[in-house]
C-alpha cells in the first residue's frame, strides 16, 4: 500500500501537467473529441460475432490503426455456444490450445495468467477453471505483453471483462437441462436505480450436473451484483461477486495411456474416490471511477480485492503397476494397477490489485497524438496446508497377498477398478508445516500513438519492481520492457503492421536461493511480428494474418555438474533459449445477412535453439515442448432461417499431434458441436450438442504416470430463458 501512496503524487503532478497543457492547446485547435477507451469494429448490426468495444489494449484504437491482435469472444458467441468455463471457448482463438485446468498453450509456450478487468489476479485460484456467468467478454491479447501488463508468458494473456450495470433495462431468467443429470438456471436483472444517474445489475447461477469421469460431479454458484452511480466528475462503479464450486472426484488427472498414446481403459477412468473433493469459496469486491478533466483527457482508477479458500483431499496416481510381473507371472508389459497418494491440502489466498490510467489526446500541428500514463500495483498472499500419505512397496505386498491394513492407500484397478474399498478415514495423513508465500509486483508505464497520414507509430516503456517471499526466503528486482509498433493504412480498409515487444518472467523463489545456483535474472522473451489487417466489402468481410518470431531466454535448466559445491542441493544455470515460430490467421464472414462465419488457424514450430547440453527446459522433451501442436483449427458458422425464427450452427476443433511431459505422443482429434436456437419472441431455446460424433480423443497431456485428460463424450442440453 505505500508503493500506491509514493506513486499517487507522482500521477497528480502527471494530471495537472496535462491538464495544463491541454487548456493551452485548446484556443490553437478548437474543440476535439476524445476517443473513448473502445476499438470499434466496424460492420453491420447483425454481426453477432463481431465485438465492437474493446479495451486490453490499454490504448485503444480501430483495430486497422492498431499493432496488437486481440482476439475477443463476446456474450454472444459464448451463448450460441453453450459454454459454461474458459475450456469451452478455446477454440474460437488462433495459436490457443489447452494445457491443463485453465492453463494453455499459446503460441507454443504455457499460459496460466489471468486478467480481471484488465487487473491481475485470479479469483479462481490454480485448479478452478473460471466460469462466464458474469462475463460480458474474453479478450486474449496475442504476443509479449510485459510493456502493458507486467510479467506473463510471452505468448499472450487472458482479460475476462465482467459485466457491469447500465441504465438500459435488461432482465433474463433461464433454466437448463441435459445428459449427466444436468439441471440449473440463472437470474440476472440490469437497469436503471430510482436515485438519477445510478444504475444497477444483480444476477444469480446454479447448475449441478454429473460430470463425465466416473465419481464426478459439479456444483456452481455465482451471485454477482453491481451499482453505478454517475457524479459531475467521474462515473463510480462497485461490484460484489461470490463463488461457490464443489466438485466431487476431484481433482483430476488423466486416463492412463499405451506407447501410442491411446487410452488403455475407460475414458471415463478416474484415479478417486467418490469420497474425494475440490471445493471453492471466493469473494470479489471491486470498485472504478473513471471520469474527464477535460475533453482531451480521461483517467480511470480501479481496486479490487479477492479472498479465496480451495479445499481439496483426493488420490494422486504415484507409480503404474504390472501385478503379473510382481508375481512373476508371464507378464504382456501393461500395467494393471496404479499405486496411489493421498493429499490433503487447504489453499487460502488474498490479493489486492490496484491500477490507475490518464489518457491525454491532442493534435500537435498535423499529428494526431495520444499518450497514456499508467501504474499498476499487485499483492497476493497464499497460506498452504499441504499434507499427503504415500502408498508404499509393503502396501502393494500386503494388497497382492489379501491381507491390506485399514489405513493402507489400496491401489486400482486401471481396467476394472473397484471404489470404496480404500478407507481414507483411516490414512495417517503427514502434514508439512503451513507455508506461506507472497507475491508483489508494481509497475508504472507510458505508452504513446502517434498518427500521420497513414502512418500511425506506437512506442511504450513500463518500469516494473518484483517482490517473491516464501517462508524465510526472499528475492526482489526489477525490470524494464519495451514496445514497439508501426501501422500503414495504403486503404481505410487494409492495414499492415509490425511490432517489437518484450515480456519477462521472475523466476520461482524457490530457485533463487545460492544452495541452487541463485539468485537468476528473469526469463525474458521478445517478439518480432508482421501481419496484415482487412475490412473487406464494407467490413463484411474481416481478416487477420501474421507471422511472428518469439525469442525466449534465461530459461533455467538443471547443472550438468549437478551439485558443484556438495551441498546436498543440486544446482540450475540460466542458460536455455527458445525460438518460436508461426503463422496465424483469423476471418469474420457475413457470407450472406443470415449467413455468419469465423474460423482460425494456427502454426507453430517452438524450438530450442540454446541449452546447457541437458534436456531439462521446462515442459520440453528433446526438442519439442508439451502440448505445443504444430497446427491447429477451428470454426464456427451460423445459418438463420428467419421464417423459422431459427438458426442452425456448426463447429469443428483440429488439434495436431502433440507430446506430453515425458515425450509421449498426444494423437491429433477432430471434434464437431452443433447448436439449435430458436427465437421466437421472449423465449428462447437452445439444443446444444458436444462432440456430435462421440469421438475419443486426449484434450491434451500431462505427465506419463497421470495419462491424458481425456475429451468430454458427447453430450446434449436443452436451455431455455425468457427474457424482458
Do not use: C
Not at 489447452?98 to 480481471?116: D, K, M, N, P, W
Not at 500386503?398 to 484397478?413: K, Q, V
Not at 544446482?571 to 474460423?599: C, H, R
Request: zero cysteines; hydrophobic letters at 35%; proline letters at 4%.
Amino acid at each position: 500500500m505505500q508503493s500506491i501512496i509514493k506513486h499517487s503524487g507522482a500521477f497528480a503532478v502527471v494530471l495537472a501537467v496535462l491538464a495544463a497543457g491541454d487548456l493551452a492547446a485548446q484556443e490553437e485547435q478548437g474543440e476535439k473529441g476524445v476517443s473513448e477507451e473502445t476499438m470499434v469494429i466496424r460492420g453491420r448490426a447483425q454481426e453477432l460475432y463481431r465485438v465492437v468495444e474493446v479495451d486490453t489494449g490499454k490504448l485503444t484504437s480501430d483495430p486497422l490503426s492498431s499493432a496488437h491482435i486481440v482476439t475477443s469472444i463476446n456474450a454472444a458467441l459464448i451463448r450460441d455456444q453453450g459454454a459454461r468455463d474458459a475450456q469451452d471457448i478455446y477454440r474460437n482463438i488462433s495459436g490457443v490450445s489447452l494445457f491443463s485446468y485453465a492453463g494453455v498453450t499459446a503460441r507454443g509456450f504455457r499460459q496460466e495468467e489471468i486478467f480481471f478487468d484488465g487487473l491481475r489476479g485470479d479469483p479462481y485460484v490454480g485448479f478452478n477453471v473460471p466460469q462466464l456467468f458474469n462475463i460480458e467478454r474474453v479478450d486474449f491479447l496475442k504476443g509479449p505483453a510485459g510493456m502493458l501488463y507486467g510479467p506473463g508468458a510471452p505468448g499472450g494473456l487472458f482479460n475476462y471483462v465482467t459485466k457491469k450495470p447500465t441504465e438500459e433495462f435488461y432482465s433474463r431468467v433461464t433454466g437448463v437441462y441435459g445428459q449427466e443429470a444436468r439441471r440449473g438456471g440463472s437470474y440476472e436483472v440490469n437497469g436503471a436505480l430510482p436515485v438519477e444517474g445510478s444504475a444497477g445489475r444483480f444476477g444469480i447461477f446454479y447448475e449441478d450436473r454429473n460430470t463425465p469421469r466416473w465419481n464426478t460431479a459439479s456444483e456452481t454458484i455465482i451471485y454477482d451484483g453491481g451499482i453505478a452511480k454517475d457524479f459531475d466528475f467521474a462515473r463510480l462503479t462497485l461490484q460484489a461477486t461470490r463463488y461457490e464450486q464443489n466438485q466431487q472426484g476431484n481433482r483430476l488427472r488423466g486416463v492412463i495411456v499405451d506407447a501410442g498414446g491411446d487410452f488403455i481403459t475407460d475414458r471415463r477412468w478416474n484415479h478417486n474416490e467418490a469420497s474425494d473433493f475440490l471445493d471453492l469459496e471466493s469473494n470479489n469486491l471491486q470498485a472504478k471511477l473513471e471520469g474527464q478533466v477535460s475533453e482531451s483527457i480521461e483517467w480511470d482508477i480501479t481496486v479490487r480485492q479477492t479472498d479465496s479458500e480451495q479445499a481439496q483431499k483426493y488420490h494422486e496416481p504415484i507409480q503404474l503397476i504390472d501385478v503379473e510381473a510382481l508375481a512373476d507371472l508371464p507378464t504382456d508389459g501393461t500395467p494393471d494397477f496404479v499405486a496411489r497418494q493421498f493429499r490433503d491440502q487447504l489453499r487460502e489466498e488474498e490479493q489486492f490489485s490496484f491500477g490507475v490510467n490518464i489518457i491525454w489526446s491532442q493534435h500537435l500541428g498535423s499529428i494526431e497524438n495520444r499518450l497514456l500514463a499508467g501504474y499498476e500495483f499487485f499483492d497476493g498472499e497464499e497460506s498452504a496446508l499441504l499434507g499427503r500419505l504415500n502408498s508404499n512397496q509393503d502396501m502393494v505386498a500386503r494388497f497382492l497377498a489379501g491381507a491390506s491394513l485399514p489405513g493402507d492407500i489400496i491401489p486400482l484397478s486401471i481396467s476394472a477398478p473397484v471404489y470404496g474399498v480404500t478407507q481414507p478415514e483411516n490414512y495417517a495423513v503427514q502434514f508439512g508445516a503451513p507455508r506461506m508465500t507472497e507475491q508483489r509486483r508494481s509497475g508504472a508505464y507510458l505508452l504513446n500513438e502517434s498518427t500521420l497520414g497513414k502512418f500511425t507509430a506506437v512506442a511504450g516503456v513500463r518500469f516494473d519492481d518484483f517482490e517473491d517471499v516464501s517462508g524465510d526466503d526472499s528475492f526482489e528486482d526489477d525490470n524494464t520492457s519495451l514496445r514497439f509498433g508501426l501501422i500503414y493504412k495504403p486503404r481505410e480498409d487494409i492495414s499492415i503492421f509490425g511490432q517489437w515487444a518484450e515480456s519477462y518472467e521472475p523466476q520461482s523463489i524457490g530457485n533463487q536461493r545460492a544452495e541452487a545456483g541463485g539468485p537468476f535474472e528473469p526469463t525474458t522473451g521478445t517478439i518480432v511480428e508482421l501481419g496484415v489487417k482487412t475490412e473487406l466489402m464494407d467490413g463484411r468481410i474481416q481478416t487477420s494474418a501474421a507471422v511472428y518470431e518469439i525469442i525466449r531466454e534465461n530459461i533455467l535448466q538443471s547443472d550438468p555438474l549437478g551439485d558443484p559445491e556438495d551441498d546436498g542441493i543440486n544446482n540450475f544455470v540460466s542458460f536455455g533459449e527458445v525460438t518460436s515460430q508461426g503463422f496465424e490467421f483469423d476471418i469474420s464472414a457475413d457470407i450472406t445477412p443470415d449467413w455468419v462465419l469465423t474460423a482460425s488457424y494456427g502454426y507453430n514450430n517452438a524450438k530450442i535453439t540454446e541449452d546447457a547440453d541437458t534436456s531439462t527446459i521446462r515442459n520440453s522433451f528433446g526438442d519439442r515442448f508439451a502440448n505445443a501442436p504444430e497446427h491447429q483449427f477451428g470454426f464456427w458458422t451460423r445459418y438463420q432461417v428467419s421464417a423459422m425464427n431459427t438458426a442452425f450452427a456448426f463447429g469443428g476443433d483440429y488439434v495436431s499431434e502433440r507430446i506430453n511431459l515425458n515425450g509421449r505422443d498426444v494423437p491429433s482429434f477432430t471434434i464437431f458441436d452443433a447448436s439449435i436456437i430458436w427465437e421466437p419472441g421472449p423465449v428462447d431455446v437452445l439444443l446444444r450438442i458436444d462432440n456430435v460424433f462421440d469421438e475419443t480423443y486426449a484434450a491434451s497431456g500431462f505427465l506419463t504416470r497421470t495419462g491424458h485428460f481425456p475429451g468430454d463424450p458427447r453430450s446434449v442440453f436443452v436451455e431455455i430463458s425468457k427474457a424482458w
